[in-house]
């Protein structure tokens, strides 16, 4: 199980994170949603590890994982999965050793055991034959599911997907959202999922985490968002034309 | 206050580049990619330098001895003491700096920027030691091999510039190399290479691995490796000298 707790950060001047307070359900795709801008990623960052929260507590199954030496948070952190906005995937490598690459440093597997799970990871994410090109080789979807093959290749307990859907076609960006979920019910991870995408939320938002100028406005799970009536996660998610008619609809019913 | 900001910043990348390595057989593979990387694909440029300084430094000895009471296998002895003491180590170090120290800074620099060092955080591995050590160990093991590649290669296009241009006779080219050697000298260029080889990687990869920004700040973290670590190799020439000759 994941938590927050009373998150505050500072960049410079700016309060980017104002007293944020969530528990992510465990086994579950849950998302954090947000205007660009509004604080998400650098609370995902928080989550992992990757900044320092000024003020607050992230747990980990009841372990105050911010306050742990680097050393403690190693531990911890193996059993984290990470896809990252751009991939992120080791240009110098190719598909297969990017994916090989946690299991080299974190396993002692034989070449060909690594090379087995390492396969059966792309199968999983439904690449087969991509795994000798590099990184710069393949298409944008292709390396967001390569960096997911990677995040789940140490078998995670946690998995944090940053934007996954940003710079794909729509198609891909519902293939991508699909997987997520799959694996995630698959390997019973608990999945955090940072998003812009109102696709993503109708589709894979168990539980909807909504974040408005760095402060926590609203959560719940995606039928929910139907029938919110904040006001700023109203005009967020039923920004187009299309989303405040389906919204009108559920009003008249 | 900002310098010594950035110096102890610099001492705790340091700190964490020595830590104890996760995996030791992972950072072997890395060690042997960068000798490839750091060391084999520089020998072409040392060589092509080297052996063009060599064959300068015998002229411009050579002409400005006008005065016929100097024996003419000092032209020779000039060729061999500059190549060891300055220039095979000094000025190699310096020409390194620009190719491998830019080449550093940009590599971890866009690492940084397309969140590639995040990721390896973010799986537990000590992304400063994973990806600087290797560099340091690399260079600090293959730099004294480029310089004796140096010495020898600079003291032959003497030779051959003698030859070419017979400013001297081959035979008292000859004399003067083996005139008066000082085994010292080779440990003195020794010991500065390794120097300037751990200021080479250390002070490139610490521009590059704070890269903060886009593409741009990764030229200009680029252009700053090279630029600081040509001044801290001045810096640091002027100290082992006056400590190791005085």
Request: net charge neutral; with cysteine.
């Given at each position: 199980?994941?938590?927050?707790?009373?998150?505050?950060?500072?960049?410079?001047?700016?309060k980017?994170?104002?007293n944020?307070?969530?528990?992510?359900?465990?086994g579950?795709t849950?998302?954090?949603?947000?205007?660009?801008g509004?604080?998400?990623?650098?609370?995902?960052?928080?989550?992992?590890?990757?900044?320092?929260?000024?003020e607050?507590?992230?747990?980990?199954?009841?372990?105050?994982?911010n306050k742990?030496?680097?050393?403690?948070?190693?531990?911890?952190?193996q059993?984290?999965?990470?896809m990252?906005?751009?991939?992120a995937?080791?240009?110098?490598?190719t598909?297969?050793?990017?994916?090989?690459?946690?299991?080299?440093?974190?396993?002692?597997?034989?070449?060909?055991?690594?090379?087995?799970?390492?396969?059966?990871?792309?199968?999983?994410?439904?690449?087969?034959?991509?795994?000798?090109?590099?990184?710069?080789?393949i298409?944008?979807?292709?390396?967001k599911?390569?960096?997911?093959?990677?995040?789940?290749?140490?078998?995670?307990?946690?998995?944090?997907?940053d934007?996954p859907?940003?710079?794909?076609d729509?198609?891909?960006?519902?293939?991508?959202?699909?997987?997520?979920?799959?694996?995630?019910?698959e390997?019973?991870?608990?999945?955090?999922?940072?998003?812009?995408?109102?696709?993503?939320?109708?589709?894979?938002?168990?539980?909807?985490?909504?974040?408005?100028?760095?402060?926590?406005?609203?959560?719940?799970s995606?039928?929910?968002?139907?029938?919110?009536?904040?006001?700023?996660?109203n005009?967020?998610?039923?920004a187009?034309?299309?989303?405040?008619?389906?919204?009108?609809m559920?009003?008249?019913? | 206050?900002?310098?010594?900001?950035q110096?102890?910043?610099?001492?705790?990348?340091?700190s964490?580049?020595?830590?104890?390595?996760?995996?030791?057989?992972?950072?072997?593979?890395?060690?042997?990619?960068?000798?490839?990387?750091?060391g084999?694909?520089?020998?072409?440029?040392?060589?092509?330098?080297?052996?063009?300084?060599?064959?300068v430094?015998?002229?411009q000895?050579?002409?400005?001895?006008?005065?016929?009471?100097?024996?003419?296998?000092?032209?020779g002895?000039?060729?061999?003491?500059?190549?060891?003491?300055?220039?095979?180590?000094?000025?190699?170090?310096?020409?390194?700096?620009g190719?491998?120290?830019?080449s550093i800074?940009?590599?971890?620099?866009?690492m940084r920027?397309?969140?590639?060092?995040?990721?390896?955080?973010?799986?537990?591995?000590?992304?400063?030691?994973?990806?600087?050590?290797?560099?340091?160990?690399?260079?600090?093991?293959?730099?004294?091999?480029?310089?004796?590649?140096?010495?020898?290669?600079?003291?032959?296009?003497?030779?051959?510039?003698?030859?070419?241009?017979?400013?001297?006779?081959?035979e008292?080219?000859?004399i003067?190399?083996?005139?008066?050697?000082?085994?010292?000298?080779i440990?003195?260029?020794?010991?500065?290479?390794?120097?300037?080889?751990?200021?080479?990687?250390?002070v490139?990869?610490f521009?590059?691995?704070f890269?903060?920004?886009g593409?741009?700040?990764?030229?200009?973290?680029?252009?700053?490796?090279?630029?600081?670590?040509?001044?801290?190799?001045?810096l640091?020439?002027?100290?082992?000298?006056?400590?190791?000759?005085?």
């Amino acid at each position: 199980m994941i938590e927050a707790i009373n998150i505050s950060k500072s960049l410079g001047n700016l309060k980017v994170l104002d007293n944020i307070s969530v528990k992510f359900d465990p086994g579950k795709t849950n998302l954090i949603i947000g205007q660009s801008g509004s604080g998400k990623t650098v609370f995902l960052k928080c989550l992992i590890g990757l900044f320092d929260p000024d003020e607050g507590s992230v747990m980990y199954d009841d372990v105050v994982f911010n306050k742990l030496p680097f050393k403690a948070k190693k531990k911890i952190r193996q059993k984290v999965g990470m896809m990252f906005q751009g991939g992120a995937l080791f240009d110098s490598a190719t598909v297969i050793e990017n994916i090989m690459y946690p299991l080299d440093m974190f396993t002692q597997l034989s070449f060909q055991e690594k090379k087995e799970r390492a396969r059966f990871c792309l199968d999983r994410v439904d690449i087969k034959d991509a795994g000798h090109l590099f990184s710069a080789e393949i298409s944008g979807g292709m390396q967001k599911r390569v960096a997911l093959a990677r995040a789940i290749a140490l078998n995670p307990d946690y998995l944090f997907c940053d934007e996954p859907n940003s710079g794909l076609d729509p198609k891909t960006a519902i293939l991508i959202d699909a997987l997520i979920k799959e694996i995630t019910e698959e390997f019973n991870m608990t999945t955090v999922v940072n998003t812009h995408d109102m696709n993503s939320v109708m589709e894979i938002g168990e539980k909807v985490v909504f974040i408005y100028q760095g402060r926590k406005l609203w959560e719940g799970s995606n039928k929910d968002i139907l029938d919110s009536s904040n006001e700023e996660l109203n005009q967020f998610v039923f920004a187009n034309n299309l989303a405040k008619q389906l919204k009108k609809m559920n009003s008249d019913i | 206050m900002n310098i010594i900001y950035q110096i102890g910043k610099y001492f705790i990348l340091l700190s964490k580049v020595f830590a104890k390595p996760e995996k030791q057989s992972v950072y072997y593979k890395q060690i042997v990619k960068e000798i490839h990387s750091l060391g084999l694909n520089s020998i072409g440029i040392v060589i092509i330098i080297s052996a063009f300084m060599g064959a300068v430094i015998t002229l411009q000895t050579a002409y400005n001895m006008e005065n016929p009471l100097l024996p003419l296998y000092l032209i020779g002895l000039g060729c061999r003491d500059s190549m060891i003491l300055e220039f095979s180590s000094t000025m190699i170090a310096l020409i390194l700096a620009g190719k491998v120290g830019s080449s550093i800074a940009s590599e971890l620099g866009t690492m940084r920027v397309t969140e590639q060092i995040d990721a390896l955080e973010i799986m537990g591995v000590n992304s400063a030691s994973y990806l600087i050590l290797p560099k340091i160990i690399a260079a600090v093991f293959f730099n004294p091999i480029l310089t004796t590649i140096s010495i020898i290669v600079g003291v032959f296009g003497g030779w051959v510039a003698v030859l070419a241009t017979g400013v001297v006779s081959s035979e008292y080219f000859i004399i003067g190399i083996q005139y008066a050697f000082i085994p010292f000298y080779i440990t003195y260029a020794m010991v500065k290479t390794v120097f300037f080889a751990f200021i080479i990687t250390s002070v490139s990869s610490f521009h590059g691995y704070f890269v903060k920004g886009g593409s741009i700040e990764v030229g200009k973290a680029s252009t700053k490796a090279v630029v600081y670590s040509s001044i801290v190799i001045l810096l640091f020439n002027v100290i082992l000298t006056q400590l190791l000759l005085s």
